[in-house]
């Protein structure tokens, strides 16, 4: 059974930091993509930030400088470090793995909550 279980969300004031967390379980970690999305009330949900099997990485515009993505392959684990954190940054976070060879999957999602 596949599962990717998010961890780390919370509430922070604007300008802080919060490290969120995706274990994953049931898949060859190491050969997935894997990326981080968000979803704000109202909105669309979005790519945040992506990492390549080997470990090329991409974000969205808003949060390049401020938020950096990696992952161990040995913990089957990838990570968000956000920093100089924004109300306009708040919304549920998802972890997504996907593969060209296999099924893609998200996790349940965390709630990230950035006050003024």
Request: hydrophobic share 35%; with cysteine.
């Amino acid at each position: 059974q596949v599962q990717l279980v998010e961890s780390g969300g919370g509430l922070v004031q604007a300008g802080g930091s919060l490290r969120l967390s995706c274990a994953a379980s049931g898949i060859i970690f190491s050969i997935y993509t894997m990326g981080w999305y968000r979803q704000a009330p109202g909105k669309q949900r979005e790519l945040v930030a992506s990492i390549t099997s080997r470990s090329s990485t991409n974000y969205a515009d808003s949060v390049k400088g401020r938020f950096a993505i990696s992952r161990d392959n040995a913990k089957n684990t990838v990570y968000l470090q956000m920093n100089s954190l924004k109300p306009e940054d708040t919304a549920v976070y998802y972890c997504k793995g996907w593969s060209s060879l296999y099924n893609d999957y998200w996790g349940q999602g965390t709630q990230v909550t950035v006050s003024s």
